[in-house]
């Protein structure tokens, strides 16, 4: 019976691991926008785990708080690092808490890509509801160009796709056939190092190694209510034009350091990655 058990134990190992996909290639890529209220670049450090079927795109430390923030252990851990960072003294004696100081999670894009199963899966926050919706891999479309270009000491050639409102342009690599790159990019035949559109969208590699690390799928997956995409960059709009009387409405006569009446309104076909939205 212990052999029979132990035996159990071990498959139920092997099959685990066999679930979680090893990566080949880690990447860290500079995504760049245009902040809508201030019209400064904004710049975000972004991570691609990647094999020759399925990849990974996330922020680090948001992975690292997700990981963290799973376990009601690690939930607590993660709420005394926060505290004791943000946490100073003033001048006067009183007590100072600047979430800007901390380890606090800012990034909610997570992307997940599945070759073989020809499916994308978008987790992240809009407004103030997580979400996550699918789509297919191959609404994404490539025409390969003449143009080559030298990237990280990579030689590059160019492709253009038109995907949801937007006219992207990538360099990719077959130096490193691996078919993924940054944000949902996918679908070339070489890891994509560079992709640019009007308007101040851009992203760019910063760092390839090898790597083994393991894709892990999305920590407490069963807390994001799935919709569709168009509807969520909706809702994302929608927050984002309407905060202050929502944020009201959900805590109360909350009281703001700015006129709101007085502030940029959203525009999708200027700030949204994906503006075909508008278009519902």
């Known amino acids: 019976m212990i052999r029979q058990i132990t035996f159990i134990a071990m498959c139920l190992i092997c099959l685990t691991a066999l679930a979680q996909e090893k990566a080949d290639i880690l990447v860290s890529y500079d995504a760049k926008s245009k902040g809508y209220e201030s019209d400064t670049v904004k710049t975000t450090r972004m991570s691609l785990l990647a ?3 399925e990849a990974k795109y996330f922020n680090d430390l948001s992975l690292w708080s997700d990981s963290l923030g799973s376990t009601p252990e690690g939930k607590k851990q993660l709420s005394e690092i926060i505290m004791a960072a943000c946490m100073s003294t003033s001048p006067d004696g009183g ?19 599945d070759a073989n199963a020809n499916l994308l899966t978008y987790f992240g926050k809009f407004g103030d509801e997580q979400c996550y919706y699918t789509e297919p891999l191959d609404e994404m479309q490539w025409e390969i160009c003449d143009s080559t270009a030298t990237i990280s000491g990579y030689e590059c050639t ?18 490193i056939p691996i078919p993924f790159g940054p944000w949902k990019f996918h679908g070339l035949p070489g890891l994509i190092l ?3 559109a009007d308007g ?7 760092g390839i190694e090898h790597t083994d690390r393991v894709m892990t799928p999305m920590y407490s997956a069963d807390t994001y ?13 929608y927050f984002m034009n309407n905060r202050e009387s929502l944020i009201k409405a959900k805590y109360g006569n909350v009281q703001f350091n700015y006129n709101a ?20």
């Open 95 to 113: 007590m100072v808490f600047d979430m800007r100081k901390g380890p606090v999670k800012r990034v909610y894009t997570y992307v997940f890509s």
């Open 194 to 196: 560079k992709a640019e």
């Open 51 to 53: 094999n020759a079927q």
């Open 158 to 175: 160019a492709a253009k796709s038109n995907y949801h409102g937007r006219e992207w342009t990538a360099w990719f690599t077959t130096e």
């Open 200 to 206: 101040g969208f851009e992203f760019t590699v910063t």
């Open 261 to 280: 009446a007085d502030r940029k309104k959203y525009d999708a076909s200027k700030y949204a990655l994906e503006p075909d939205y508008k278009n519902r």
């Open 225 to 237: 209510q799935k919709t569709d995409r168009k509807k969520a960059l909706d809702t994302e709009e």
